[in-house]
């Protein structure tokens, strides 16, 4: 009976020298990941803006979904002045405004051999976009109760990088070339002169918002 008082007297005694909250368990600091973005997009028909959302799949993979807004031109339209000093387009017919939702992958490159806030990246994915026209020969906001919608689909595939510049915040750049086809309708700028291709190439500077 004694051996057993000593050795509760002994815990008790181990238990308020050493109490377990003292003892911390060390874990490795979580990484920083993407969770939402925003950003300007420039093409080569024209510019606009886009958000993003982020999933992380991996440690090197983020899935992610990407809205942007903007209006485009056809790459044949030329610009000029008439005889009373206005600025005019040849034969243009409409405005046209491009709605593309990038759906795809994103994969970190070289992650494990790259010290610091440097990541270079890649990613490809689908596009499904709303395109919006409307008639150029009237003014630019009295013309937005004559839109019409159309749909294109395609995909994407480009390469970037970003900069981890603090615990929530990065920078990025990203190039990325966009192949987008009308689907069901024709959509033109300049008369009876359909584009065949409203995406092309295009760079996005953006923030990262990092959870």
């Known amino acids: 009976m004694k051996k057993i008082i000593l050795i509760i007297v002994f815990i008790l005694i181990q238990n308020f020298l050493y109490p377990m909250d003292s ?19 420039v093409t080569e028909n024209g510019f606009g803006i886009s958000a993003g959302l982020f999933k992380t799949l991996d440690v090197n993979y983020d899935f992610y979904a990407m809205l942007s807004i903007g209006g485009i031109t056809d790459k044949r339209e030329f610009e000029e002045y008439d005889w009373y000093g206005n600025l005019i387009t040849r034969d243009k017919e409409k405005r046209v405004f491009l709605i593309p939702l990038n759906i795809g992958i994103q994969r970190y490159m070289f992650k494990e051999d790259i010290e610091g806030g440097f990541l270079p990246l890649i990613t490809a994915g689908i596009t499904p976009a709303l395109v919006l026209t409307n008639p150029y020969d009237k003014s630019y906001f009295t013309a937005f109760k004559y839109f019409q919608a159309a749909f294109a689909f395609g995909g994407f595939i480009g390469i970037g990088m970003e900069f981890v510049q603090a615990k929530n915040l990065a920078l990025g750049i990203n190039a990325k070339y966009m192949y987008l086809a009308p689907i069901g309708k024709e959509i033109n700028s300049l008369k009876d002169r359909p584009i065949s291709n409203l995406g092309g190439f295009q760079i996005n500077f953006y923030v990262n918002f990092l959870k």
Do not use: A, D, L
């Open 23 to 41: 003892v911390k368990v060390k874990t490795e600091p979580k990484e920083p990941r993407n969770n939402w973005n925003i950003g300007v997009t």
